[in-house]
Each structure stands twice: as C-alpha cells, then as structure tokens.
C-alpha cells in the first residue's frame, strides 16, 4: 500500500519476465519509436488496455446514459488521432500498441521531419527545441491532438530552428 502523496506506478509489468518472443517484440517497438525504457512501452500498453476496457464496459450496458458516455469516449479517442472519424465503439477493441504510439510528440516530430532519428527528436523535445501550439513542450510521451498536429514546429529562439544548423543540415544532404 502506498502513503499518501508517495507516487504509484501508472503501468503494468507483464506477468511472465523472461519470454524470449515478448523481450524481442518489445525491443523491436523501442527501436522502432525511440523509448528510453520498456516503462514507457509497459505505459503504453496500460493505456491500451484501459481504452480497451472502458470500451468492452460500454458496450455490455447501452441503455440511454451510457450511450452518451460512449459518444464522449469516442470523441476524445478520436480528438487525440487514435480512432479515425468513421470508426465506432467496437473499433476500439481492434487497436494495437502501434495507434497509441504514434500519437506521442517524440513520434509526431519525428514523423514530420523536425529529426533524423526518434532518438534525434526525443532528444530535441527533452532540451526544450519543440513547440506545440506556441507553448514549448518538454514531454517526449506529450500526447498531440489531430487539431494540434498541425502546429508542432521549432522554437523561434531555439538555434535549431535555422535551417543551416548542423544537426538539420546533415539530414538534407
């Protein structure tokens, strides 16, 4: 049990620790997205699953005020680009850890350009190079909205935002 004001975990470990398939598939997607350690996948997946869970909750009980729920589930699902606009309540059961992490702003960076590598981009977001929106994020993990996509660029006052500097020129060549 933990006291009061003391921290608790935000994530579960896998039951079983040493299977030799699990640690690749795991390395694979921390290679693949940048992740410092598997806490941040284990986050991930957490988040999964209770996306998953809430989903299968409303769908066993739709009567009028769940219903409701399940549109406001939905909606801020898809507000943070993990469920596209057509999709419904049963979709939510067919997503994999991939949707989730795509959604970070270490992969969102990445993805449109503003690094080399997901390492590169985490590493841009952490020492504080990256704005969403005009506000300077320092979150790798920050999860970026659709609406917010859009805007995620350099700092004006971050050297990096000339496109001469050497970390941005090495990639242009």
Same mark, same amino acid.
């Given at each position: 049990?933990?006291?009061? =004001?003391? %921290?608790?975990? *935000?994530?579960?470990?896998? %039951?079983?620790? *040493?299977? =030799?398939?699990?640690?690749?598939?795991?390395?694979?997607?921390?290679?693949?997205?940048?992740?410092?350690?598997? @806490?941040?996948?284990?986050?991930? #997946?957490?988040?999964?699953?209770? *996306?998953?869970? @809430?989903?299968?909750?409303?769908?066993? %009980?739709?009567? =009028?005020?769940?219903?409701? !729920? =399940?549109?406001?589930?939905?909606?801020?699902?898809?507000?943070?680009?993990?469920?596209?606009?057509?999709?419904?309540?049963?979709?939510?059961?067919?997503?994999?850890?991939?949707?989730?992490?795509?959604?970070?702003? #270490?992969?969102?960076?990445?993805?449109?350009?503003?690094?080399?590598?997901? #390492? #590169?981009?985490?590493? *841009?977001?952490?020492?504080?190079? /990256?704005?969403?929106?005009?506000?300077?994020?320092?979150?790798?993990?920050?999860?970026?909205?659709?609406?917010? !996509?859009?805007? /995620?660029?350099?700092?004006? %006052?971050?050297?990096?935002?000339?496109?001469?500097?050497?970390?941005?020129?090495?990639?242009?060549?």
């Amino acid at each position: 049990m933990s006291l009061p =004001g003391e %921290n608790t975990k *935000f994530y579960e470990t896998p %039951n079983h620790p *040493f299977q =030799g398939e699990r640690i690749g598939e795991e390395r694979g997607l921390m290679d693949r997205y940048g992740l410092k350690n598997k @806490e941040e996948l284990w986050r991930a #997946q957490s988040e999964l699953r209770n *996306f998953r869970r @809430e989903a299968r909750r409303l769908l066993g %009980n739709i009567t =009028g005020d769940e219903s409701a !729920e =399940g549109e406001e589930f939905l909606s801020r699902l898809k507000r943070i680009g993990v469920l596209d606009d057509g999709d419904e309540l049963g979709d939510v059961l067919l997503l994999e850890i991939t949707d989730v992490l795509e959604r970070r702003l #270490q992969t969102v960076a990445y993805r449109k350009g503003l690094a080399n590598t997901p #390492q #590169q981009a985490r590493q *841009f977001i952490t020492h504080g190079h /990256v704005t969403v929106d005009d506000r300077r994020v320092s979150i790798p993990s920050y999860k970026v909205e659709i609406v917010e !996509e859009g805007s /995620v660029a350099f700092d004006e %006052n971050s050297p990096l935002a000339d496109e001469l500097h050497p970390e941005r020129a090495e990639g242009n060549e």
